[in-house]
């Protein structure tokens, strides 16, 4: 009977959101031990993840403001208290994994945070190891992070390349951290020019990936994906659109799957394509989900248009859609704004948020009770 109960309170405490169950914890300690408990912590991040409850959208303002918001209720943004508090310091969000962020600040510091829990842990440092040829060549940095069931594992990707005007000359260093055993280790060099475009790769069937070339370094664009069990590297080909038409793209994770946007011009219409791959390194089941003519552009200013999330039952997709100016050289959101797509009645619907900001980067996000590690501080030291 007692076993039976038990398991009646765990099922009910899966449903609640992360916030409620902070509260519980204060009850009493059977509570607390209940709730912290490693199986319960999974549980309930697994029911999160089936039932697509507790998501939420982090949005950065001024490169240091974060808000949190619960897209599909459309419920008021809530700031949230990033690690370096009040210091209007840049920060960037490298990744997110099953309620982690991975941050860096603009001294190279790497972060991992919890914005539900409040808890949070600086990465230890690790060298570059052919800093001394960066005089020379010119130098980028990537990032990726993530999560390898097998191992249990969290795992942090840093890539940096030297390049220089040889076309194919390309020196690489690649290497892991992992948050299990709170170290690097370098793992083999890789031997493809990344994209400037986007310094954060993201995941999907437990890899990580970003947009790279091929040396010799050519035109054509290619998707690589990093498996966080293997540790290897393999490539991934995209759908035969037009290249010769696009003017703009994006790739991302949606939904589980591999999500390629591309937006270009048709005579005088602009064309969001939506495509997604539904099996996982198959080139022919990528198929092409939304072609939406004519989005809400403001003519003068270039537009982003990209795909976030799909709604809890399926038959929505949330778009992110920025306005930009340029500005010595950088572009610059002007203006950004959410808005649903009918999978079925090809409709669009706006969503309205109050206390939105004006203009953002935006981020999927789902709330979850997973620690950092027994080191792990709360920041301001209080509860949520």
Request: charged share 25%; net charge positive; aromatic share 16%.
């Amino acid at each position: 009977m007692a076993t039976f109960l038990l398991d009646e309170m765990i099922e009910i405490l899966c449903r609640l959101s992360v916030k409620d169950l902070l509260r519980f914890k204060c009850a009493s300690k059977h509570w607390c031990s209940l709730i912290d408990d490693p199986y319960f912590i999974k549980l309930h991040l697994s029911h999160s993840l089936k039932t697509k409850t507790n998501h939420s959208l982090i949005l950065r303002q001024y490169e240091y403001h974060f808000f949190s918001v619960n897209y599909d209720s459309g419920e008021t943004i809530q700031r949230l208290n990033h690690p370096l508090g009040e210091q209007k310091k840049a920060i960037k969000i490298l990744g997110s994994c099953n309620g982690l962020l991975a941050l860096i600040d603009d001294n190279d510091r790497i972060f991992l945070w919890n914005p539900s829990t409040r808890k949070s842990q600086v990465l230890p440092s690790t060298e570059i190891d052919f800093s001394s040829l960066s005089i020379c060549f010119d130098r980028s940095t990537f990032y990726g992070f993530g999560y390898d069931p097998i191992s249990d594992d969290y795992k942090f990707v840093r890539m940096v390349q030297l390049h220089g005007n040889n076309k194919g000359y390309l020196h690489s260093e690649a290497k892991v951290y992992s948050l299990r055993s709170n170290c690097w280790r370098r793992i083999k060099d890789f031997c493809f020019y990344l994209i400037f475009a986007r310094e954060f790769g993201f995941l999907a069937n437990n890899a990580l990936h970003w947009m790279v070339f091929k040396p010799p370094k050519s035109g054509k664009q290619n998707l690589v994906g990093f498996d966080l069990r293997t540790e290897e590297f393999r490539f991934l080909e995209l759908p035969e659109f037009c290249l010769d038409k696009l003017f703009c793209y994006d790739i991302k994770a949606m939904g589980g799957f591999i999500c390629l946007t591309a937006t270009y011009r048709e005579l005088d219409t602009v064309v969001v394509d939506v495509w997604i791959m539904k099996e996982y390194g198959v080139k022919e089941s990528w198929i092409k989900l939304i072609s939406w003519n004519e989005p809400h552009f403001i003519p003068r200013f270039p537009s982003l248009v990209v795909p976030l999330a799909f709604s809890k039952n399926g038959d929505k997709v949330l778009f992110n859609i920025s306005y930009k100016c340029r500005n010595f050289g950088k572009w610059y959101n002007l203006r950004d704004k959410f808005v649903w797509y009918d999978l079925w009645g090809e409709r669009v619907e706006k969503v309205e948020i109050r206390g939105i900001p004006t203009s953002f980067d935006v981020h999927f996000y789902v709330e979850s009770l997973v620690p950092i590690n027994g080191n792990a501080v709360m920041i301001n030291n209080e509860m949520p």
